[in-house]
């Protein structure tokens, strides 16, 4: 079983027949870095799918025990709303109610919830606060109901970096809402998350960026290695619980491609930039790429790699109005695998769409190598399912394991 310190990229070999249980213990055999993880199969794709398949029945099937959700609220009428939706559901029931976060945390302990759904605006105690005492007492999984939880809202992108899984307004009939669809959603992300297997979170502990000195530019980092990353629905968390653990000194340069509208991600790339050592910003036509930089790019925003001396210039074109953007994962792999082979890689996350398979193979076929987030913590399982089972890669783990993978890639393929 391989492990790796997200905090220096060491690669960990642990003998799996040693250890018991769901997780482990480790210290970093070079930092000492404490950690702990949840076990991840580091099978071929089949074996994995089998493990998917045998986690149990559909949630149609009636043999199995329903799916134990705690609603948590401050408002009487939405968790009422809340409750008759799951309850309607005969693979739910709601086990539990709370009027706030102190509340929930009392709860959760009594009820043993499967997944829970957590407002944000709440009296005694806020639901991101009370989301950070989930993670770190008693990890469940979380999906965030709230009217702060809007696609590319600052509070949508902190509940997803304290850990929950994915995100929904309430409930609404204004503005000539569709109440049966909204019911179908919920109940289709309260399943979705309740297959996420989550490990225990650790905070980010990152010190805020070091200031560019008033006397001169900031050293260039040049870049000698290029990791392009796929993410299609589910991607927000999924990044955000990588490109925050990349280390900025290391000369890689990341292309991460979202199938999200370009004026949401606008917003993503400065969160994320924020909270990261490595510097983010959209892609811009013309740049050069730099080590230490993730550049997030839109699928209907095509984009090709040129070479320019010894640099690589990012160009990017939008595409036309109603392009669906499948194939832009595909191309820029293909783009990335063309100039730099061996020094290329492909990291494929979370998401449905077939998008990035072909490119993964393209980089493989060109001496690169291939990253894919283990599924069981994918919120949409199918892309990188279908990666697993069409490619041998070694790299085979969570997202939150991925960081740490790809510094031990880079420190070996660098100078």
């Known amino acids: 079983m391989i492990l790796f310190c997200e905090e220096c990229g060491t690669r960990n070999d642990i003998d799996q027949k040693q250890i018991t249980g769901n997780t482990y213990n480790f210290s970093c055999q070079v930092c000492r870095e404490a950690l702990v993880v949840s076990l991840v199969d580091k099978s071929k794709g089949k074996t994995v799918q089998a493990a998917l398949e045998s986690q149990g029945a559909s949630p149609d099937d009636h043999s199995?025990?329903?799916?134990?959700?705690?609603?948590?609220?401050?408002?009487?009428?939405?968790?009422?709303?809340?409750?008759?939706?799951?309850?309607?559901?005969?693979?739910?029931?709601?086990?539990?109610?709370?009027?706030?976060?102190?509340?929930?945390l009392e709860k959760l302990r009594?009820?043993?919830?499967?997944?829970?759904?957590?407002?944000?605006?709440?009296?005694?105690?806020?639901?991101?606060?009370?989301?950070?005492?989930?993670m770190i007492g008693n990890p469940t999984p979380t999906v965030m109901i709230s009217a702060l939880t809007q696609e590319g809202a600052s509070e949508t992108f902190d509940s997803l970096k304290y850990g929950a899984i994915d995100f929904l307004p309430k409930p609404s009939q204004v503005r000539g809402g569709d109440?049966?669809?909204?019911?179908?959603?919920?109940?289709?992300?309260?399943?979705l998350v309740a297959q996420v297997q989550i490990e225990s979170v650790r905070y980010l502990r990152r010190a805020s960026k070091e200031k560019t000195p008033d006397n001169g530019a900031e050293e260039i980092n040049a870049c000698q290695c290029v990791l392009v990353?796929?993410?299609?629905?589910?991607?927000?968390?999924?990044?955000?619980?990588?490109?925050?653990?990349?280390?900025?000194?290391?000369?890689a340069a990341y292309v991460a491609v979202m199938q999200q509208a370009p004026n949401h991600l606008d917003a993503f790339a400065r969160y994320l930039n924020d909270c990261s050592k490595i510097n983010v910003q959209r892609a811009v036509d013309g740049t050069m790429l730099q080590g230490g930089t993730c550049y997030i790019l839109a699928s209907?925003?095509?984009?090709?790699?040129?070479?320019?001396?010894?640099?690589?210039?990012?160009?990017?074109?939008?595409?036309?109005?109603?392009?669906?953007?499948?194939?832009?994962?595909?191309?820029?792999?293909?783009?990335?695998?063309?100039?730099?082979?061996?020094?290329?890689?492909?990291?494929?996350?979370?998401?449905?769409?077939?998008?990035?398979?072909?490119?993964?193979?393209?980089?493989?076929?060109?001496?690169?190598?291939?990253?894919?987030?283990?599924?069981?913590?994918?919120?949409?399982?199918?892309?990188?399912?279908?990666?697993?089972?069409?490619y041998d890669?070694?790299?085979?783990?969570?997202?939150?394991?991925?960081?740490?993978?790809?510094t031990a890639y880079v420190k070996s393929h660098t100078r």
Do not use: W
């Open 110 to 134: 009594e009820c043993k919830p499967d997944v829970i759904t957590l407002d944000i605006n709440m009296p005694v105690m806020d639901g991101l606060t009370t989301l950070k005492h989930i």
């Open 229 to 251: 990353l796929g993410a299609s629905e589910g991607g927000y968390g999924a990044l955000l619980n990588v490109i925050p653990r990349l280390r900025k000194e290391l000369p």
């Open 300 to 390: 209907t925003e095509q984009l090709s790699l040129e070479q320019d001396q010894n640099n690589l210039k990012l160009k990017v074109v939008t595409t036309v109005s109603g392009s669906n953007g499948n194939g832009t994962i595909d191309g820029i792999m293909a783009e990335a695998a063309r100039l730099l082979h061996e020094n290329a890689a492909g990291v494929i996350l979370t998401g449905k769409c077939d998008d990035g398979l072909q490119g993964l193979g393209e980089i493989i076929n060109n001496g690169g190598s291939a990253f894919i987030q283990d599924p069981r913590s994918c919120l949409f399982k199918e892309t990188p399912m279908a990666a697993a089972n069409m």
């Open 64 to 104: 199995v025990d329903p799916l134990k959700v705690l609603v948590v609220d401050d408002s009487r009428i939405i968790r009422r709303v809340l409750c008759d939706i799951i309850n309607s559901d005969e693979s739910k029931t709601v086990v539990g109610e709370a009027a706030h976060g102190k509340e929930a």
């Open 179 to 191: 109440l049966k669809s909204q019911q179908e959603e919920i109940l289709r992300k309260i399943d």
């Open 393 to 406: 890669v070694e790299f085979l783990v969570s997202d939150k394991q991925l960081a740490g993978a790809i």
